[in-house]
């Protein structure tokens, strides 16, 4: 759908005063869109936050229809030890489906940080005034540490979960 002044929404997925509901509670409420301010509090990657909502609501949704063929599976009693082994598609599926609540998840913070910049409170305290003067090397020695500990984690989840796997193949 082309807008006037040159932009466009992609994916649109329009619902009759849908928006005007959400944001104020009555359906014929009114919503400003980003051309109704001023350029300088304008978020500065439009396009980020843009994909990142869509990105992040697709997953969702991606989640929900694998609820409901999960659902129907375990309703129709096809789930026991004995005959999950016939569901390999739905198994595969959940399998791919590990790294996307992360991707959701990431999206979801994008979406947040990226979207309420170039304010921190809106109409009060702009970012340039918020952000902090710490060092780099405090941010550096925080972010190092913050790598290890996470990576050790990791390392160690690797660890039991191939022990735990090993296991279950004895």
Known sequence: MAQPNGTKNDWALSIPNGLSFLATGDQHGQVQGLKSFPKADLPPAIALIFYSFRIMVAVGIGFFGLLWWTGLAWLKGQLSAETI??????????????????????????????????????????????????????????????????????????????????????
Do not use: M, N
Not at 118 to 129: A, M, N
Not at 144 to 149: N, P, Y
């Open 85 to 170: 082994g016939s569901h390999r598609w739905l198994l595969r599926v959940w399998t791919a489906s590990i790294p996307l609540g992360y991707l959701a998840t990431e999206c979801g913070w994008i979406v947040r940080e990226v979207g309420r910049q170039p304010w921190v409170i809106y109409g009060l305290l702009r970012t340039r005034d918020a952000a902090s003067t710490l060092p780099v090397s405090v941010v550096a020695v925080s972010l190092v540490t913050f790598v290890i500990i996470y990576s050790s984690l990791f390392i160690l989840f690797l660890i039991f979960a191939a022990r735990i796997i090993r296991k279950a193949l004895i």
